[in-house]
């Protein structure tokens, strides 16, 4: 199950026990380089430079300007919010901007993405921030919010904590072993990729809960012909929907927000399902 990603989420915080996010330039660069699987070879031939060049900026014998940075960054993926950590790390001014999802400069943004939530009604639709809280939605995915207890909803509504909680989706959720088995490897992939503590802790919080322990303990689900999709299916109030899900983000940003800004839209995995939510957005 989810353990498989295990070992590389060790490594990476043994890696930054040596390093640190504070740590020099170089440091940074190794760390990520180290956690993408490349060898200094690889890297090097991939953005044009020598070994040995490579060698002296991840040792601090050479000092890399801020074009070397991006092209390092770019080919190893690292995300915009730890791109401008790696320019201060290196004395550099930060590149990139992070605007507030009110701000005035995202009000066309803001816009589009609520209109695209809004035209994908009758289905459920959210947008989520890096730690995947809900920060946009429609008046579908609304009517499932309101099933969620105070506690989950406050201060604001976090899917993996919604989903997992044993008090939250996970009591309505008939197929928990494959639906939640699929979050938690979400979430192990992106405490890789998003480096953030409060994600750490949120993840920590989870493993805690008694039915993921007992999700975990009971291992991957097995002995069934896999389908297309992993649906989650839910019962609620008796009715039991089945959804399947699709994930949309912005393509080229320049800004924080929107790079970590991602759409998650929900579809009917079943005719049944499909009936039932256009019924309920008629009533």
Known sequence: MGDTLKPA???????????????????????????????QMDLALDIGISPRHLSFVETGRSKPGVELLIAIAEQLDVPLRARNAWLLSAGYAPRYTEQ?????????????????????????????????????HNKAAASLISLLPAELKTPTVNIFRASLHPEGFAAHTKNFHEWGSYLLQVLQRLLLDVRDEELMALSDEINAYPNVQALKATGAPSGNEPG???????????????????????????????????????YPADAATESFLKQATRQ
């Open 9 to 39: 989420i060790e490594e990476r915080v043994a890696l930054q026990g040596a390093s640190g996010r504070k740590g020099t330039i170089g440091s940074l660069i190794r760390e990520w380089r180290t956690m993408r699987r490349l060898s």
């Open 228 to 266: 297309l999709l992993v649906p989650c299916v839910l019962d609620i109030c008796g009715n039991v929907l089945s959804l399947f899900t699709t994930l949309t983000t912005f393509g080229s940003p320049r800004d924080i927000t929107l790079h970590e800004l991602c759409i998650e839209l929900f």
């Open 100 to 136: 507030g999802l009110d701000s005035a400069r995202m009000a066309q943004v803001k816009s589009a993405v609520q209109r695209l939530l809004d035209t994908h009604e009758p289905y459920p639709g959210v947008a989520l921030d890096r730690q995947w809280n809900v920060v946009l």
